[in-house]
């Protein structure tokens, strides 16, 4: 009877020399594999959290945009002289309050750290009047004063977000919201 010659150390079994297979190398592979994907999620699910941190501003801005434009309207300058923001006219007969732009500008500059405002932001501002009525919304028109006390302002904000998962393609998610409110003088 023939005795076999186990030697660890060659890997060999018997004397004809065939090999085992030695697993020893794919714990290391699949560890490697199960890592990068880990790796792979976790900081996926890093750029998420940013994602909806920049809807949480987005939402903030246009909220803040409405805000900050309804107590600048057409009788603001009249109510409250010393209100900042604004440019009061001399001439009363000259047309008050925030114009479009100048909502924009307030709304661009709200600062939130890691938010590029300047040039990631777009914010649309528009003004309606109220009908004679009160029942229906008309736009304004080009040179038309829409800030009076009643009219509406939607402030609508997109921030274009660079989502960025590692082993993974980079797109760009638009992140919008807007806010609409009555102005209130």
Known sequence: ?????????FG????????????????LVEMALTCSILVMLLLGLFE????????????????????????????SCTNTPTL???VCPTDPSQPSGATEDEIAN?????????????????VTVET???SADNTTWASCGEGTSCNA???????????????????WRSVILPVTSSSSMVFSQ
């Open 84 to 86: 900042s923001g604004i």
């Open 128 to 130: 309606s009047q109220v």
């Open 12 to 27: 060999m079994i018997g004397s004809r020399g065939r090999r085992l297979k030695d697993e020893s190398g794919a714990a």
């Open 149 to 167: 006390p009643g009219d509406q302002v939607r402030v609508t904000v997109t921030y274009n977000f660079p989502l960025n998962v590692p082993f």
């Open 106 to 122: 307030y709304v661009k500059t709200l600062g939130y750290p890691g938010i590029d405002s300047a040039n990631l932001m777009n």
């Open 48 to 75: 998420m959290t940013l994602a909806f941190y920049a809807y949480h501003y987005v939402s903030d801005a246009a909220r803040e945009g409405s805000r900050w434009a309804i107590v600048r309207g057409s009788t």
């Open 1 to 9: 009877m023939r005795t076999k010659n186990l030697n660890p150390s």
